[in-house]
């Protein structure tokens, strides 16, 4: 113990890729080992997630993060010193219910406390010798089909299209690093289809390394994609995704949601997610319907269950919600954000319950990321099957990539791909 002992915490600000603050944590040990984690963040985020603590004022526009790297230095690091970094889901339970005590992290930050534990089980890892994939899951070899967001639209970007992410999945690719040869070659064929079709600025990219072309609609990126994916010679290895974010274009008091100039019910939502399923080769959709619509969830998922339907805002990585999807038959995969719940140990445990109850895990970014490639260990050490990161063309995105190559590599003969098979993993 005397080696994992927390010699001390320390949290600084730094920005994320869009340039706004966010939290860096540093975990020392007695053995000098050196754990850092960057906490992401999200800008189309659910009612339901977790509590940022940000500064309020004029610094930054309100943005800045000094409070909760106060609340790291001055709570947290004082009462972790001494403490044995290998007892995560002691370390965990403990800032969330003693020192934060509240059920959404708003005393201390969910970014205060995601920054923290990740930062913990970097050290411990390291400490013992271990990629961190390897400490968590001794037996972790599967390596994720990636999902690559290829259109940006909604609040990660500056156009008209309200869907927020179009998105291709190379499953019949022969590895990681073939998968990312699928999907750079379809992005140069989509740059050239734009540029021909709308002129060079419209290939200027959104939040994610997608492009933001003046499109509008569900079609017309789609179309364009799928002619990407055929001009590129793809079109047997690639199927198709969404991220619809729809919770965005929703109005709850009229109970509709604004579309593309149009005014649609639950019901034309779901006939149109049918016909799209049907006429492009559809088998993720992320957020499909409004946050708190449960009972259209379930009818979805019933009417279509051969899709992939994925709840983020639906389920904001919170075991409760995901339990109430479970019961209702509402999705049939969970969005997996680290920092939409507050610690590592929480984020597992929903891993495993949706395992438990045969539903998919899809392992996110955010639209506000770091450096930090953390999420690549933490997608092959869940089994997940499948990692949702952006397209690979900023490093905020290519750091995540780059870092499953390694482990790719690393795992060597033992590494699966988990191409097909993304859905049911764990």
Wanted: charged letters at 25%.
């Amino acid at each position: 113990m005397t080696m994992t002992r927390i010699r001390s915490v320390h949290a600084r600000e730094i920005i994320d890729c869009r340039g706004y603050p966010t939290v860096e944590v540093d975990v020392a040990l007695e053995s000098g080992v050196l754990g850092r984690a960057g906490v992401p963040a999200g800008l189309s985020t659910g009612t339901h997630e977790a509590h940022e603590v940000r500064d309020g004022g004029e610094r930054y526009r309100g943005l800045g993060v000094r409070a909760a790297v106060r609340n790291i230095n001055e709570v947290i690091a004082p009462a972790l010193v001494g403490k044995d970094a290998t007892l995560q889901r002691e370390l965990d339970a403990f800032m969330c219910q003693e020192l934060d005590g509240t059920p959404d992290k708003s005393k201390l930050g969910s970014n205060a406390l995601v920054g923290v534990s990740l930062a913990l089980a970097q050290a411990a890892a390291t400490a013992a010798g271990n990629p961190l994939y390897r400490y968590l899951n001794p037996a972790a070899r599967v390596i994720p089909t990636p999902l690559f967001n290829l259109i940006n639209g909604g609040k990660h970007a500056s156009g008209d299209l309200e869907v927020q992410e179009f998105i291709i999945m190379p499953v019949g690719a022969e590895n990681l690093s073939h998968a990312l040869q699928i999907c750079t070659e379809v992005m140069f064929e989509l740059r050239d289809l734009i540029v021909a079709k709308y002129g060079k600025i419209a290939v200027n990219i959104g939040d994610e390394g997608g492009f933001v072309p003046p499109m509008t609609g569900v079609r017309e990126p789609l179309d364009a994609i799928v002619q990407a994916v055929e001009r590129a010679g793809y079109a047997d290895l690639v199927v198709y995704g969404l991220d619809v974010a729809a919770t965005h274009f929703y109005d709850p008091e009229e109970q509709v949601y604004r579309l593309a100039g149009e005014e649609l019910s639950r019901d034309d939502m779901i006939a149109l997610y049918k016909e799209l399923c049907t006429d492009y080769q559809l088998v993720s959709v992320e957020d499909a319907l409004y946050e708190d619509d449960f009972d259209g969830w379930a009818q979805l998922t019933a009417e279509l269950p051969r899709v992939q339907w994925v709840g983020d805002d639906l389920f904001v990585t919170n075991p409760e919600r995901v339990r109430k999807g479970i019961e209702m038959g509402a999705a049939n995969a969970v969005l997996w954000k680290v920092n939409q719940i507050g610690t590592l140990t929480e984020a597992w445990d929903v891993a495993e319950l949706a395992y438990r109850h045969g539903y998919g895990v899809q392992v996110s970014e955010r639209s506000g990321e770091t450096e930090d490639p953390i999420i690549a260990d933490l997608t092959v050490a869940l089994s997940a099957g499948q990692i949702k990161t952006g397209a690979p063309v900023r490093g905020e995105r290519t750091s995540k990539y780059n870092q499953l190559l390694r482990i790719e590599e690393e795992l060597g003969d033992q590494a699966v791909y988990a191409g097909r098979d993304f859905r049911w993993r764990g």
